[in-house]
């Protein structure tokens, strides 16, 4: 597995190993909630204890005004939000007063989620879209200045990393709004068809048609940018490389990554949303406008259940597939049985008697009567005037003849020995045989 | 009609898309503006295939609900009754379809919702019934898995007629073609005038009568029926034709043709319609 693929795991792991988990009721939100916004509105970055109390008193008396104990209560929200990191003390003055509280980050994220109706829309976009731009060029300039590593690093990689990256994140944040936003107006369409049907058709429409309108916008300013963007990125890579700046290059993929995936957003919703437009536009004009009253889905509920008259069939065309024969292949006649009638037995025809034999043990006879007394001298004279061909296999019976009409003695260890060209012979004495005729 | 890009016939014939549009309307296939080529070229040829079918004995329907199909109307174009269990389903899909809830999902359904819709409308012993018409006595289990394999069944018959799309393993895209279910209702609430109408046309043809029924494969039990079911036809319509063809089966067709044809042998034994003339 690769570095990229395991670090996901690996950060899994090490959240599941940690057992991160939050749990936060209604009450709960709400109090982060109103902490956030007097947080905006007072321009106050930490709260005193009993500012806390008293946020959670107001939260209290708008949604449970009936609750009691509301200060004992407010104690423990305060505590069940440090536990799970949503509060942090920011005095660091511990015993000796009491202290100073701030939201965290994980805090304002949960809220802003709810807070903030952070939609993507065409001028939105792209606004984002040529702050990237500004700020790409500017970087592109930046990186062509810079005469060092060091220099084009905290002139270019910095930035990359945060001020770019932001703006990126923030229009997919935005996308994400969007999102929803297309959620809730398929929800919406839904409930005006049940709650209103007919009188639904026009707002339905203004629905599908304002969402249709923004994706188109946002698609084409996606389409028309992002080329231009990522083109722009490769530019301040190369520079930034050209300086021996480190890790320009994860930066810049990173964020052609992204900006890429913005695009493919764009495509995507476009062509589901158009999926959807068609379909609930087919439903207002052919159920919609032609069943006003709904009439139709109660005659048919009752035909479906059984309380209507005669029973029916729809009729369809259902021409089987076309019959395609295999090949016809003769069967293969089979011979009938029969009686040969030619003789079975041949001929007895006279034949030359094969005298090899006869010829090959006198010979040897004749060898070892000459004196010969190992079986490579005697393989050697009996195959030697042979032709070329006959004289390996004939070695093999020179050995057989040998040990008929002599004594045969060996080695232990039995030594090979050269007996002819190519033939090599494990190596016996061989002694003439008094028997032997 | 519109006025057509083909001026003959034989122009239809030649474009490439009518060889597939051709044999899929002879299947029964009914084609919408989801089957955008092939749509596209009924639209265009629509002038000139008309007279074409109406030669071969079937008519070139096209209705408002923005959807094609072959309506065969003589003896040259087999055709077939859908069975009970596709009815069944397909009512119950059209009532889906007529569902404004089912706008949030852009009418994707699935086997599951199309079944407790079923149970919802028509009772849960009566979907039983209708769908194992031949047992008196049943097995409770064994009755509700034959449900289930008859729905699911059905569904893929459906889809192989273009009544819905099949996009996922458990999950269908409702089509226009499926307002065929309503057309008997749609006139008016008394049903027996537009019956009697598309019965002439030979759009909808009656049920045959209930067959005799018989004691089922089930263990032992009490009846547990409460009334006759929903579209009170029993079995599969039977082969209705005094033709020596019609006796035939369709189904032993299957294996000789070009496609692979997937069926359920025990479920083709009660679903399979046989009307053929």
Same mark, same amino acid.
């Given at each position: 597995?690769?570095?990229?693929?395991?670090?996901?795991?690996?950060?899994?792991?090490?959240?599941?190993?940690?057992?991160?988990?939050?749990?936060?009721?209604?009450?709960?939100?709400?109090?982060?909630?109103?902490?956030?916004?007097?947080?905006?509105?007072?321009?106050?970055?930490?709260?005193?204890?009993?500012?806390?109390?008293?946020?959670?008193?107001?939260?209290?008396?708008?949604?449970?005004?009936?609750?009691?104990?509301?200060?004992?209560?407010?104690?423990?929200?305060?505590?069940?939000?440090?536990?799970?990191?949503?509060?942090?003390?920011?005095?660091?003055?511990?015993?000796?007063?009491?202290?100073?509280?701030?939201?965290?980050?994980?805090?304002?994220?949960?809220?802003?989620?709810? %807070?903030?109706?952070?939609?993507?829309?065409?001028?939105?976009?792209?606004?984002?879209?040529?702050?990237?731009?500004?700020?790409?060029?500017?970087?592109?300039?930046?990186?062509?200045?810079?005469?060092?590593? #060091?220099?084009?690093?905290?002139?270019?990689?910095?930035?990359?990393?945060?001020?770019?990256?932001?703006?990126?994140?923030?229009?997919?944040?935005?996308?994400?709004?969007?999102?929803?936003?297309?959620?809730?107006?398929?929800?919406?369409?839904?409930?005006? &068809?049940?709650?209103?049907?007919?009188?639904?058709?026009?707002?339905?429409?203004? %629905?599908?048609?304002?969402?249709?309108?923004?994706?188109?916008?946002?698609?084409?300013?996606?389409?028309?940018?992002?080329?231009?963007?990522?083109?722009?990125?490769?530019?301040?890579?190369?520079?930034?490389?050209?300086?021996?700046?480190?890790?320009?290059?994860?930066?810049?993929?990173?964020?052609?990554?992204?900006?890429? #995936?913005?695009?493919?957003?764009?495509?995507?919703?476009?062509?589901?949303?158009?999926?959807?437009?068609?379909?609930?536009?087919?439903?207002?004009?052919?159920?919609?406008?032609?069943?006003?009253?709904?009439?139709?889905?109660?005659?048919?509920?009752?035909?479906?259940?059984?309380?209507?008259?005669?029973?029916?069939? %729809?009729?369809?065309?259902?021409?089987?597939?076309?019959?395609?024969?295999?090949?016809?292949?003769?069967?293969?006649?089979?011979?009938?049985?029969?009686?040969?009638?030619?003789?079975?037995?041949?001929?007895?025809?006279?034949?030359?008697?094969?005298?090899?034999?006869?010829?090959?043990?006198?010979?040897?006879?004749?060898?070892?009567?000459?004196?010969? #007394?190992?079986?490579?001298?005697?393989?050697?004279?009996?195959?030697?005037?042979?032709?070329?061909?006959?004289?390996?296999?004939?070695?093999?019976?020179?050995?057989?003849?040998?040990?008929?009409?002599?004594?045969?003695?060996?080695?232990?260890?039995?030594?090979?020995?050269?007996?002819?060209?190519?033939?090599?012979?494990?190596?016996?004495?061989?002694?003439?045989?008094?028997?032997?005729? | 009609?519109?006025?057509?890009?083909?001026?003959?016939?034989?122009?239809?014939?030649?474009?490439?898309?009518?060889?597939?549009?051709?044999?899929?309307?002879?299947?029964?296939?009914?084609?919408?503006?989801?089957?955008?080529?092939?749509?596209?070229?009924?639209?265009?040829?629509?002038?000139?295939?008309?007279?074409?079918?109406?030669?071969?004995?079937?008519?070139?329907?096209?209705?408002?609900?923005?959807?094609?199909?072959?309506?065969?109307?003589?003896?040259?174009?087999?055709?077939?009754?859908?069975?009970?269990?596709?009815?069944?389903?397909?009512?119950? %899909?059209?009532? &889906?379809?007529?569902?404004?809830?089912?706008?949030?999902?852009?009418?994707?359904?699935?086997?599951?919702?199309?079944?407790?819709?079923?149970?919802?409308?028509?009772?849960?012993?009566?979907?039983?019934?209708?769908?194992?018409?031949?047992?008196?006595?049943?097995?409770?289990?064994?009755?509700?898995?034959?449900?289930?394999?008859?729905?699911?069944?059905?569904?893929?018959?459906?889809?192989?007629?273009?009544?819905?799309?099949?996009?996922?393993?458990?999950?269908?895209?409702?089509?226009?073609?499926?307002?065929?279910?309503?057309?008997?209702?749609?006139?008016?609430?008394?049903?027996?005038?537009?019956?009697?109408?598309?019965?002439?046309?030979?759009?909808?043809?009656?049920?045959?009568?209930?067959?005799?029924?018989?004691?089922?494969?089930?263990?032992?039990?009490?009846?547990?029926?409460?009334?006759?079911?929903?579209?009170?036809?029993?079995?599969?319509?039977?082969?209705?034709?005094?033709?020596?063809?019609?006796?035939?089966?369709?189904?032993?067709?299957?294996?000789?043709?070009?496609?692979?044809?997937?069926?359920?042998?025990?479920?083709?034994?009660?679903?399979?319609?046989?009307?053929?003339?």
């Amino acid at each position: 597995m690769d570095e990229r693929a395991e670090e996901p795991s690996r950060l899994i792991q090490n959240l599941a190993g940690r057992a991160i988990a939050l749990e936060l009721g209604s009450l709960d939100l709400c109090f982060v909630a109103a902490l956030r916004l007097r947080s905006r509105t007072s321009e106050t970055t930490s709260f005193s204890e009993q500012e806390l109390v008293d946020a959670y008193r107001d939260v209290c008396a708008l949604t449970q005004p009936e609750a009691s104990g509301v200060a004992r209560r407010a104690t423990a929200a305060i505590q069940r939000l440090r536990d799970q990191r949503l509060l942090s003390r920011v005095d660091g003055a511990g015993v000796v007063r009491s202290g100073a509280y701030a939201l965290t980050r994980l805090a304002t994220s949960i809220v802003d989620f709810y %807070l903030e109706e952070e939609a993507l829309t065409g001028e939105s976009l792209t606004l984002l879209l040529s702050t990237l731009h500004a700020s790409l060029v500017e970087l592109r300039d930046q990186a062509r200045a810079s005469t060092t590593s #060091r220099e084009c690093s905290d002139r270019v990689v910095g930035p990359l990393r945060v001020t770019i990256r932001d703006l990126v994140d923030g229009i997919e944040r935005r996308q994400r709004g969007l999102d929803l936003q297309q959620e809730r107006f398929q929800q919406e369409i839904s409930k005006l &068809l049940s709650a209103d049907w007919f009188d639904a058709v026009a707002r339905c429409q203004d %629905l599908l048609e304002e969402t249709t309108t923004t994706l188109r916008e946002l698609n084409a300013v996606l389409l028309r940018d992002t080329h231009t963007l990522v083109t722009l990125l490769e530019d301040i890579r190369e520079l930034a490389e050209d300086r021996g700046a480190p890790d320009a290059n994860e930066a810049c993929r990173r964020l052609s990554e992204q900006l890429e #995936r913005i695009a493919a957003w764009g495509s995507a919703r476009q062509h589901t949303w158009s999926e959807y437009y068609q379909y609930v536009h087919r439903f207002l004009r052919d159920v919609v406008r032609l069943d006003p009253t709904r009439a139709l889905t109660e005659r048919l509920r009752a035909e479906l259940g059984g309380k209507a008259g005669r029973s029916y069939s %729809l009729v369809v065309a259902t021409q089987p597939p076309l019959v395609v024969p295999r090949e016809v292949t003769p069967p293969r006649e089979r011979p009938p049985l029969e009686r040969p009638r030619a003789e079975r037995e041949k001929p007895l025809q006279e034949a030359v008697p094969d005298e090899r034999d006869h010829a090959l043990a006198a010979t040897v006879q004749a060898v070892l009567a000459g004196g010969a #007394r190992t079986l490579s001298s005697v393989t050697e004279a009996a195959v030697s005037p042979l032709p070329e061909g006959e004289r390996f296999s004939t070695a093999g019976r020179v050995a057989e003849v040998a040990a008929r009409l002599a004594k045969v003695e060996s080695a232990r260890e039995r030594p090979w020995t050269r007996a002819d060209e190519g033939i090599w012979i494990e190596e016996w004495s061989l002694t003439p045989s008094a028997n032997e005729k | 009609m519109t006025a057509t890009k083909f001026v003959t016939l034989g122009d239809a014939v030649l474009d490439e898309q009518f060889p597939p549009v051709d044999l899929a309307l002879r299947r029964g296939r009914h084609v919408d503006r989801d089957d955008a080529e092939w749509f596209g070229f009924l639209r265009d040829a629509a002038d000139v295939l008309e007279p074409f079918y109406r030669r071969s004995g079937a008519e070139l329907v096209y209705r408002a609900d923005g959807y094609y199909y072959l309506l065969p109307n003589g003896d040259k174009l087999t055709k077939r009754q859908l069975g009970i269990a596709e009815m069944l389903v397909g009512q119950a %899909l059209t009532l &889906l379809y007529l569902d404004p809830a089912n706008v949030e999902q852009g009418g994707r359904v699935t086997r599951e919702q199309v079944l407790a819709h079923l149970a919802t409308v028509m009772g849960t012993d009566a979907l039983i019934r209708a769908l194992n018409p031949k047992r008196r006595k049943y097995d409770e289990r064994v009755a509700q898995e034959t449900v289930r394999a008859r729905v699911a069944d059905a569904l893929r018959r459906l889809a192989a007629l273009g009544f819905v799309e099949a996009v996922a393993a458990e999950e269908f895209k409702l089509r226009p073609a499926l307002m065929r279910f309503a057309e008997p209702v749609r006139a008016s609430a008394d049903s027996a005038d537009a019956l009697s109408r598309l019965v002439a046309s030979g759009e909808v043809a009656f049920a045959p009568a209930e067959p005799e029924t018989e004691v089922g494969g089930g263990p032992e039990g009490d009846e547990t029926g409460d009334g006759p079911a929903p579209n009170d036809g029993g079995d599969e319509p039977e082969p209705t034709s005094a033709e020596p063809m019609a006796a035939l089966d369709v189904s032993v067709f299957e294996d000789f043709g070009f496609e692979d044809v997937e069926a359920s042998t025990e479920l083709k034994e009660n679903d399979e319609a046989g009307v053929l003339e």
